[in-house]
């Protein structure tokens, strides 16, 4: 993972609307950003519900929510229209900020090693730094982990 105190990496991906969507274009905002394997699929639903569901806490301390997987912009409509996700999903099917976020990684499921997206989440500063870095993050918990961080 890349570290607390490094600059974040630049990226201009195309979110649900098919719109392009810069992380420049959040400076002067935190921003969480969360990595995810799929669409659709059981804990990438509880997390995006989850995250829709602290969607309040995070716009009261106007921090951008932002998920990003190797899911096609189509996807992520049907997707965010299905669960009512109110925050932004980004496309990345060359995996350009994937690997550049260092959330490729390889992963064993049922005895097979193959390279997968990892569950991950930073949380980048008003002037674009990662402030912090969480691998390995439960679906479930990660929304509510990060509005308890940001009440510190």
């Not at 490094?6 to 201009?12: G, I």
């Not at 420049?24 to 990438?44: E, H, I, M």
């Not at 999903?89 to 005895?111: C, H, N, R």
Request: aromatic letters at 12%.
């Amino acid at each position: 993972m890349l570290e607390a105190g490094t600059k974040a990496p630049e990226f201009t991906l195309n979110d649900q609307s098919g719109a392009p969507i810069s992380l420049s274009d959040f400076a002067g905002r935190k921003v969480v950003l969360y990595f995810y394997p799929k669409d659709n699929t059981p804990g990438c639903t509880r997390q995006a519900c989850a995250f829709a569901e602290a969607y309040a806490g995070f716009r009261e301390k106007n921090v951008a929510v932002i998920g990003v997987s190797k899911d096609s912009v189509a996807s992520h409509v049907k997707f965010a229209e299905k669960y009512s996700l109110p925050f932004t999903l980004l496309s990345d099917p060359e995996l350009e900020i994937i690997k550049a976020y260092d959330a490729w990684k390889e992963k064993k499921l049922y005895g097979q090693t193959a390279f997968g997206v990892v569950r991950c989440t930073y949380i980048i500063d008003e002037s674009g730094m990662i402030e912090k870095a969480m691998p390995k993050v439960k679906p479930d918990t990660n929304a509510a982990e990060i509005l308890e961080y940001l009440e510190k």
